[in-house]
């Protein structure tokens, strides 16, 4: 799914939520009982998969907008934090989980969290396995708003709609940014900036969004 979200260029927007109750409450622990001894080689398997998943949505230019309509636990949490925006219910519940299965976390928590909310933080959800509500998320900077439970979905998809009418290729030059920016040094990401500005001046809507603000009208963009 996300090779196609990458490689279509008729999505421009994409939302990820759960089916049921919650979210997700992350991997199947009793799969990892039962594999044994196969259990390491198991989640080597599953890690390969969720985190080129991961990748693949963060890299390419369509935003991705999360809705949480429940439980947010262990790889369902990681997999959250990971999404450009995200929604979620007033029933929303985050949870990193992992240590208490004695486990170490996976899904890009570790790489996000501590960026988003500080390392402090990020140490004190994965080592005491504080559950946040909704609202704490909200606080912290995890989520971008909180809606009611009937509504999130509705909410999600409505931001997605907007900006599948944008101009996708300057949001991917967005996410790139923000990504490069917690690595780069100044000049290094005052560079970045300067040549991603400049290309997009050469793309479709780069040209409609100029013509537009011209002659004061509203751009209408093809995401190329």
Known sequence: ???RCDEDPNIRAAVLTGAGRFFSAGGDVSSFGAAGN??????KEMTMYFHATISRLNR?????????????????????????LVIAAESAVFL?????????????????????????????????????SAQEALDWGIVNRVVPDEEV????QGLARD?????????GAVKHLLHESLTSSLETQMETEARLIADMTRTDDGKE???????????KFRGT
Do not use: H, W
């Open 163 to 171: 900006l599948a009418a944008g101009p996708t290729l300057a949001y």
């Open 38 to 43: 196969g259990a390491a080689a198991l989640i």
């Open 1 to 3: 799914v996300s090779i």
């Open 60 to 84: 390419m230019d369509a935003p991705v907008v999360c809705a949480v309509n429940g439980m947010a636990a262990g790889a369902g949490f990681s997999f959250a934090v990971s999404c450009d």
């Open 96 to 132: 990193s989980a992992y240590t208490a299965a004695a486990l170490s976390p996976d899904g890009s928590s570790t790489y996000f969290l501590p960026r988003q909310i500080g390392m402090k933080r990020t140490a004190e959800l994965m080592l005491t396995n504080r559950r946040l």
């Open 209 to 219: 969004g100029i013509t537009a603000f011209l002659n004061k009208r509203s751009p």
């Open 153 to 156: 979905l509705g909410a999600a």
